[in-house]
T-cell receptor
Framework: DAKTTQPPSMDCAEGRAANLPCNHSTISGNEYVYWYRQIHSQGPQYIIHGLKNNETNEMASLIITEDRKSSTLILPHATLRDTAVYYCIVGSDKRGANNLFFGTGTRLTVIP | EAQVTQNPRYLITVTGKKLTVTCSQNMNHEYMSWYRQDPGLGLRQIYYSMNVEVTDKGDVPEGYKVSRKEKRNFPLILESPSPNQTSLYFC??????????????FGNGTRLTVT
């Protein structure tokens, strides 16, 4: 199963764009890249996912490099409520299950 | 409102006293799963269910049981809890499973302490 590498922590000024990087150099051709976030000890919240093309929704944008070995999650205008741990995950088909491997993620702190 | 509901939110118990953590989803999802979260270890999958009456072990199934008699419910059972099962537990559901499965919807968690 492909694993991901993320920086353990990042800061971002309120109102600025937050760019969270993720490396997934062993990703296979059919595996999606997912991003979730977890605020305090609440349940993880789905943000966005993609396969090859860049994706955008109401929460964020996902930029995937052409070789698919890395990606960047962009929060265009970070607010204090975006302070959370962000998980970059590559989908696994282990035993056919939706067993997404959540590592330790990136702790994003939005600073006033 | 579409949601995954876990109960209880907090539970303190003693070693060996059987307990059940309930999980219910109202989205008609086929797939459900239990995770535990411990400091420095991220989320680890305990058990999952692809559909009614179909369950399978995740990465850390020892000491846990599950059942899936109805599509909406997926209880987690600790027959004889031990202190190393003290953790934050999350239930999750998804419309379908697989490599290109749909995103997971998580409950708000159950914080279990076993003394």
């Amino acid at each position: 199963d492909a694993k991901t590498t993320q920086p353990p922590s990042m800061d971002c000024a309120e109102g600025r764009a937050a760019n969270l990087p993720c490396n997934h150099s062993t990703i296979s051709g059919n595996e999606y890249v997912y991003w979730y976030r977890q605020i305090h000890s609440q349940g993880p919240q789905y943000i966005i996912h993609g396969l090859k093309n860049n994706e955008t929704n109401e929460m964020a944008s996902l930029i995937i490099t052409e070789d698919r070995k890395s990606s960047t999650l962009i929060l265009p205008h970070a607010t204090l409520r975006d302070t959370a741990v962000y998980y970059c995950i590559v989908g696994s088909d282990k035993r056919g299950a939706n067993n997404l491997f959540f590592g330790t993620g990136t702790r994003l702190t939005v600073i006033p | 409102e579409a949601q995954v509901t876990q109960n209880p939110r907090y539970l303190i118990t003693v070693t060996g006293k059987k307990l059940t953590v309930t999980c219910s989803q109202n989205m008609n999802h086929e797939y459900m799963s239990w995770y535990r979260q411990d400091p420095g270890l991220g989320l680890r999958q305990i058990y999952y269910s692809m559909n009614v009456e179909v369950t399978d072990k995740g990465d850390v199934p020892e000491g846990y049981k599950v059942s899936r008699k109805e599509k909406r419910n997926f209880p987690l059972i600790l027959e004889s809890p031990s202190p190393n099962q003290t953790s934050l537990y999350f239930c999750a559901s998804s419309p379908r499973a697989g490599r290109w499965g749909a995103p997971l919807h998580f409950g708000n968690g159950t914080r279990l302490t076993v003394t």
